[in-house]
């Protein structure tokens, strides 16, 4: 047994904590064509003038925020800003809502009266049983939005309801790993949009916007 000076930490529990984290980052290495393919869905929805339109429960929530502002400020000069808003931001709305028809359609009602079919939805959920993030996203598709899930442990209901475009899943039971591969995902999912938007020939001529 090795001990962490100073602290008395078996070295083989820190490197059981990194472990814990590895299977499921290797599980999303694992998916690379599926992620792809979501940025690449995401880039024409981007080209054809949709926002990004993001949401979450709890800890989740500060990540569809952190997600917006990447993509309305990102913070690699030179890259280029695109449309996103989060519908966790406004405690008002939020509220009034909850309040008024019910926690579960906090997210489908914003849906209903801010977004546009030319819009991408991206819900977060820590095991995909949120019941207002599934409402949401439920909503976004029946409008025609492109709709991400962004889910983990075994994806839940999200994972199960039919007709979503694509679901990323972090495949952890525990909801503090699936928060960190949920950032590392949202970090490669902003950089290949972009990458989409910068090679030349990989979207289609017509689509292009100024």
């Not at 800890?59 to 800003?81: C, M, N, W, Y």
């Not at 952890?172 to 490669?188: G, L, N, Q």
Request: proline content about 6%; aromatic content about 6%; overall charge negative.
């Amino acid at each position: 047994m090795v001990l962490v000076p100073a602290y008395g930490i078996d070295s083989s529990q820190v490197r059981r904590l990194f472990e814990r984290r590895e299977a499921p980052l290797r599980t999303l290495a694992g998916t690379a064509d599926q992620v792809a393919r979501t940025c690449h869905a995401m880039s024409l929805r981007f080209h054809r003038g949709g926002k990004l339109v993001v949401f979450g429960n709890g800890g989740p929530s500060t990540d569809a925020q952190h997600l917006a502002v990447e993509f309305v400020h990102p913070v690699i000069v030179g890259k280029r800003a695109l449309p996103a808003i989060s519908l966790t931001s406004d405690v008002a709305t939020l509220t009034g809502i909850a309040n008024d028809k019910g926690i579960d359609e906090v997210f489908a009602h914003q849906i209903d009266y801010l977004a546009e079919p030319a819009d991408i939805a991206l819900g977060l959920s820590s095991d995909g049983n949120c019941g207002n993030v599934l409402r949401g996203l439920r909503e976004a598709r029946d409008r025609g939005l492109l709709t991400i899930g962004m889910v983990g442990a075994g994806g839940g209901s999200v994972a199960a309801e039919p007709g979503l475009d694509h679901v990323l899943i972090a495949d952890s039971p525990d909801p503090r790993v699936v928060k960190e591969v949920h950032v590392t995902t949202y970090h490669i999912l902003w950089e290949l949009v972009h990458v989409f938007f910068e090679r030349p020939g990989v979207l289609p001529p017509a689509v292009m916007t100024g």
